[in-house]
T-cell receptor, first 113, second 111 residues
Framework: DGGITQSPKYLFRKEGQNVTLSCEQNLNHDAMYWYRQDPGQGLRLIYYSQIVNDFQKGDIAEGYSVSREKKESFPLTVTSAQKNPTAFYLC????????????FGPGTRLLVL | RKEVEQDPGPFNVPEGATVAFNCTYSNSASQSFFWYRQDCRKEPKLLMSVYSSGNEDGRFTAQLNRASQYISLLIRDSKLSDSATYLCAVRLRSSASKIIFGSGTRLSIRP
């Protein structure tokens, strides 16, 4: 089946630890995105990538890093510099060639111990 | 001022009622508009795109008012299964990829 997968579904982070969230898509989409959602809040853009080996900061990039070495993969690292990382993280992808619809993965819930 | 604003709700309406939400956007260069539905603890899913002339999909009608810079979503004959959070999203003309989301409006349909 075509779609976007995120893993793990739940992730626990200790203080001062870096963690990496996985996002894979087999939709052959060029653009990929990472959003953060806090309880009762909307989606805030962390990073996005329009093409392999290129990415741009979103509105809340501090404390996060990404890479885009392959078209189908866009992992997000939550670094120890992110002081309030507890949130629901959503990955999405979109066809850059004119397609408008963003498709979302099932999300990863990150909790700080 | 937020780029995309929505009334957070919750809207609590009886089954069968008609309910409408608005979403305002601040950038007049906004080009594309969407409504997404998000169920509790799930990912958002596209409900419908919003076209300039307005569009309808079954019980759902979306409209765009460029002069006043808002989009609306109307749900007729609401069902219990319509209970969810509805997010509006906007894409600027200057950015092919960046889409900005509102905070969402919670809708609860009661029997």
């Amino acid at each position: 089946d075509g779609g976007i997968t995120q893993s793990p579904k739940y992730l626990f982070r200790k203080e001062g630890q870096n963690v990496t969230l996985s996002c894979e898509q087999n939709l052959n989409h060029d653009a990929m995105y990472w959003y953060r959602q806090d309880p009762g809040q909307g989606l805030r853009l962390i990073y996005y990538s329009q093409i392999v080996n290129d990415f741009q900061k979103g509105d809340i990039a501090e404390g996060y890093s990404v890479s885009r070495e392959k078209k189908e993969s866009f992992p997000l690292t939550v670094t120890s510099a992110q002081k309030n990382p507890t949130a629901f993280y959503l990955c999405a992808s979109k066809d850059r060639g004119g397609g408008e619809t963003q498709y979302f993965g099932p999300g990863t819930r990150l909790l700080v111990l | 001022r937020k780029e995309v604003e929505q009334d957070p709700g919750p809207f609590n309406v009886p089954e069968g009622a008609t309910v409408a939400f608005n979403c305002t956007y601040s950038n007049s260069a906004s080009q594309s508009f969407f409504w997404y539905r998000q169920d509790c603890r799930k990912e958002p899913k596209l409900l419908m795109s919003v076209y300039s002339s307005g569009n309808e999909d079954g019980r759902f009608t979306a409209q765009l008012n460029r002069a006043s810079q808002y989009i609306s979503l109307l749900i007729r004959d609401s069902k219990l299964s319509d209970s969810a959070t509805y997010l509006c999203a906007v894409r600027l003309r200057s950015s092919a990829s960046k889409i900005i989301f509102g905070s969402g409006t919670r809708l609860s349909i009661r029997p």
